[in-house]
């Protein structure tokens, strides 16, 4: 899917929603879930997994189709629509925009749509729900890296980039990969949950730079900052329904395992409302086959391991390392 990073794209239903409520929202009974026949995983940021086993989760988790029944859809887009006009999208320089175009690939799908839909997506819900902090960090999030090894550019290009963003917003930029990473790790979720009680004392923390595996620091105020963005990131990738049947897919875990520690922490500073729907655990509006429905019977705790070791073998492979380590004041 050719796209050009100048040129803003049309968001799906799906995050329009997100963005006119400032919410992760479960859609079941709005919309028919069908899955892609045919569908490549060389063509996503996923096309680095290895193993069939991982393979063939992620696919059934991402060769989805979603189609909208009219009226809903109609409604998101007024509501989309009414939320644009109170929040004008700021102007992205022209000079950074020439820079993604001629400097970066972006020609990679996403888990909906292009990587270019998913970070346009991002900044867009940024400005309205995250405000006092830049949605430029967002439009750049993974620009040195994704969690699977793919890079939208060289490293030798940090310079000229650097030169094109303000320096709060490259603390965070450049940060972003290694927190996500550290995420999907678990030990550092472990760790702030063992000291929840002295949230404000995290003086700095210490990690490595996934681009390049050089050190970096974050000053305890940038590193909650971090992880709002991270929670923002994490609401696209969300089942748009049946959640109920995915609950224990790992981003979805991960999602709700930050958005609760952000709230228990006193940290939870970009608006991302989201309340769990109790409901049966049976599909409305999709149907699975047999071995698809069986990657959702996987127990949340074995997902999670999954999630860690995988992280774990991509940084390997590019000679990343996940040590980190937090100064408490």
């Given at each position: ?70 009226a809903s ?122 000291n929840l ?79 769990a729907t ?52």
């Amino acid at each position: 899917m050719k796209q050009s990073a100048a040129e803003r794209p049309d968001p799906t239903p799906q995050r329009k929603a997100a963005i006119a409520h400032g919410a992760a929202l479960e859609h079941t009974g709005r919309v028919q879930v069908e899955s892609i026949p045919s569908f490549d995983l060389d063509r996503t940021i996923f096309k680095t997994l290895e193993g069939k086993a991982a393979r063939f989760v992620v696919t059934k988790r991402v060769a989805k189709e979603v189609h909208w029944d009219a009226a809903s859809a109609q409604l998101v887009q007024a509501e989309y629509e009414a939320a644009r006009s109170a929040h004008p999208l700021p102007e992205v320089s022209a000079e950074l925009l020439q820079f993604l175009v001629r400097e970066c690939d972006f020609d990679v799908e996403h888990a909906d749509g292009s990587f270019l839909d998913h970070l346009y997506f991002c900044f867009e819900y940024s400005v309205q729900h995250y405000p006092g902090r830049s949605p430029l960090v967002m439009l750049l999030h993974s620009i040195l890296g994704t969690g699977t090894n793919t890079f939208a550019m060289r490293a030798d290009k940090i310079p000229a980039l650097r030169k094109l963003i303000a320096p709060a917003d490259w603390v965070q930029i450049e940060a972003f990969p290694s927190v996500l990473r550290l995420l999907y790790a678990g030990s550092l979720r472990q760790d702030l949950r063992k000291n929840l009680h002295r949230a404000d004392a995290i003086a700095s923390i210490t990690f490595h730079r996934v681009i390049d595996n050089e050190p970096i620091t974050l000053s305890g105020e940038d590193f909650w900052v971090a992880l709002n963005y991270q929670l923002i990131h994490l609401l696209d990738f969300l089942p748009v329904a049946n959640w109920s049947v995915y609950q224990n897919d790992p981003l979805f875990i991960l999602f709700r395992d930050l958005h609760d520690l952000l709230g228990q922490a006193g940290k939870r500073e970009a608006i991302v409302d989201y309340a769990a729907t109790p409901r049966p655990r049976k599909l409305e509006g999709e149907v699975q086959g047999v071995s698809a429905w069986l990657t959702t019977l996987i127990p949340a705790s074995v997902g999670e391991r999954m999630m860690a070791k995988s992280v774990t073998r991509f940084s390997e492979r590019i000679g990343h390392s996940l040590d980190y380590k937090i100064a408490w004041a």
